[in-house]
């Protein structure tokens, strides 16, 4: 048997030992030492070739050999999705140990099949298969290639080729190979790295192709951009296509929406019954916002969100009355019901693909594709938008996941990016006002009501309703750094047509101040703490992004016990300013009272990389102020 010292110290003499030459293809001694940086793993080679056949149909063909140096490296699990538009082929696995020697073949069914079930589709046609890559001992070698025929909405969405596919990943060798029949059309857009594409003609073939080299590992920063301006990417899309009856193009956002718009031609029929019912509500509407807001309610305490996938249902919807029979929809679906009914009232809507969420890459003026995950729907004529999976946002809020970023109007001609709106820094305030009531054994009974709005609302929304009694308590626990503390009660209230909510809560906590003698040492806020400092980093590389601003303002009244009074309590205001970021806080003693004053206040901004120790250093000082103490004092 082989000791673990053994093998390291075999480790470093063999290269010594033998030539490179002599070596293994895959031996981790070939890798350049500069690429083993920071790295997790290294991708020694990662070779890509997607030919297009026709307008309807394409064939990947993917081969990948990376290096993993240590437990850290999630390269190892293996994913090889398909579906009825994508049929995956020819799958090979081999592994090699750190001397480049093979030392497993994988079988086929060695290999497990899972549906890509995602907890809110009940249709859904995509599967994957999965390996988990290991080996006894670090550093060891993966080889796997694999065939992907693509058509219908899989096709048309053409393969994006990611070079470096993750943080702490450095990559000796990748290359991306596009292939078309001469003449045909597509566009490509190279993200965050400059990099000229060879053109080559192969027999009747135009052959497209990009080489990277030697890039070392990327680094995983606090508050850094998202993935998707900062990795190495090449966006693809077709300039034609087909998909089944369907022609279309994305070679301009109008054409791409126009094409949209032909799939959900007819599907916004509504059944005689429910056009009478939505006239009759609607027939006392003085306004189209009265109108928009009647039916929305109606949508959502009518329908519910499912996702269904099958077939294009990644881009058409089910039609209206499908909905209305089954009282579900995915987001195509359910805007489209939506729209439908605000066509039948006589309000001009249109549906809007949209990237929500935190996506590594969003929609932009200058390249066409069709990377979008979600519909909602527009109204121009009252410039309203509508999220109409949820059953509880209020009209004319879409939530912070689809803030401030691009969305795809869908109709017939002119169709066209808008932006969505975003939520200023003043529109997302957390207001509290908390009464402490405190013991001389150092109990204390809590009460806190807490109005919010924006997208600070959110949360209090959610806990109304999708949260049980316990999950509530539950959330209170985890938020809040009461010691010891147990809620008793609590009460939420939302606004139904503005983003408001009232949160408040009773609480009891056994060890609210620390005792010591005849003194009392008073922690004067646990309520709202900042926490999340940023971790020290010297040579900052990539910009701070503060995604979202807000305002925070708390008042902390505690009620002093008789027979005790205040000793020591810090006696500076608190006041730190910046062109991003304002922080004040405020002690008062009044009669049996200590009185806290905070406010945070935080703007949406990209700071460049050197000022992050200044960043840092604000917040810690904020996390300094929040951990002030008063000493009461027995008399």
């Known amino acids: 048997m082989i000791t673990k010292s053994f093998f390291f110290f075999f480790l470093f003499w063999f290269p010594i030992l033998v030539s490179a030459q002599d070596m293994p293809e895959y031996a981790f001694f070939k890798i350049p ?50 579906s009825n538009q994508v049929k995956v082929d020819h799958i090979s696995i081999r592994i090699f140990d750190a001397f480049g020697n093979l030392v497993r073949k994988v079988k086929s069914s060695d290999l497990s099949d899972h549906s890509a079930i995602d907890g809110f589709s009940i249709y859904l046609d995509e599967r994957y298969k999965y390996y988990r890559a290991s080996h006894p001992s670090y550093p060891f070698t993966i080889e796997y290639s694999y065939e992907s025929t693509y058509s219908g909405t899989a096709f048309a969405s053409f393969p994006n080729w990611y070079v470096q596919p993750s943080f702490y990943c450095s990559v000796e060798n990748s290359t991306f190979v596009v292939k078309l029949p001469k ?23 135009d052959v497209y192709s990009w080489s990277f080299h030697q890039l070392p590992a990327l680094l995983y920063e606090e508050d850094m951009p998202v993935a998707g301006k900062v990795f190495p990417i090449i966006m693809t899309a077709p300039d034609h296509f087909k998909i089944d009856q369907y022609e279309g193009g994305m070679s301009t956002w109008e054409e791409f929406s126009g094409f949209v718009k032909k799939l959900y031609a007819g599907r916004d029929k509504l059944p005689e019954e429910l056009v009478e019912q939505i006239k009759d509500l609607t027939k006392d509407a003085s306004s189209d916002v009265e109108k928009i807001r009647i039916l929305y309610r109606y949508l959502q305490e009518n329908m519910r969100y499912v996702s269904v996938q099958l077939g294009l249902g990644g881009w058409q919807p089910f039609d209206a009355e499908y909905v209305y029979r089954n009282k579900y929809g995915d987001c195509k679906a359910l805007t489209n019901y939506m729209y439908a009914m605000l066509t039948e009232v006589g309000v001009d809507a249109r549906p809007a693909l949209i990237g929500s969420g935190d996506r590594n890459y969003q929609a ?26 949820s059953t509880d946002f209020p009209p004319n809020y879409i939530g912070s996941s689809n803030a401030n970023r691009y969305a795809l109007l869908i109709q017939e001609t002119g169709g066209h990016l808008v932006k969505t709106p975003e939520l200023a820094f003043d529109k997302n305030v957390q207001e509290s006002k908390t009464v402490i009531n405190f013991s001389p054994d150092g109990s204390a009974e809590i009460e806190q009501t807490i109005k919010a709005t924006g997208s600070r609302h959110e949360i209090f929304r959610a806990i109304e309703n999708q949260l049980s009694e316990t999950e509530t308590k539950t ?16 009460h939420v209230a939302t606004e ?53 601003g807000f305002i925070e303002l708390d008042t902390i009244v505690f009620m002093l016990p008789e027979g005790y009074a205040v000793e020591s309590v810090p006696n500076e205001n608190v006041s730190l300013e910046n062109d991003y970021a304002h922080f004040s806080m405020t002690v008062e003693q009044q009669s049996g009272q200590l009185i806290l004053t905070r406010k945070l206040e935080l703007h949406r901004k990209e700071l460049p990389p050197e000022q992050y120790t200044t960043y840092r250093d604000f917040f810690k000082q904020i996390a300094k102020a929040d951990n002030m103490k008063a000493v009461l004092v027995q008399e």
Not at 46 to 75: H, M, P, Q, R, W
Not at 535 to 544: A, D, F, L, V, Y
Request: proline share 4%; with cysteine; glycine share 4%.
């Open 364 to 389: 932009s003026e200058a390249f066409t594709t069709s990377y979008f995950n979600h519909v909602i729907l527009y109204v121009p004529s009252e410039n309203y938008w509508l999220e109409c999976t």
């Open 475 to 490: 959330w209170l626990e985890r938020s809040t750094a009461i010691p010891s503390a147990s809620f008793s009660s609590f």
């Open 496 to 548: 139904k047509n503005a983003p408001q909510s009232t949160f408040s809560y009773q609480a009891h906590s056994r060890r609210y101040g620390s005792k010591a003698g005849k003194r009392i040492f008073l922690p004067l806020n646990v309520i709202n703490t900042y926490e999340d400092i940023p971790p020290r980093k010297e040579n900052r590389i990539h910009p701070i992004i503060i995604n979202e």
């Open 33 to 82: 030492k500069a690429l083993l940086n920071d790295a997790r793993e290294v991708v020694r080679e990662d070779y890509g070739e997607f030919t297009v056949i026709s307008e309807e149909k394409g064939v990947g063909k993917f081969k990948k050999v990376v290096t993993l140096l240590n437990e850290k490296s999630k390269a190892g699990e293996l994913y090889f999705s398909y």
């Open 183 to 205: 003449g045909m059309k597509f566009h490509y857009e190279v993200l965050n790295i400059e990099k000229e594409v060879t053109l080559e003609t192969e027999k009747n073939m």
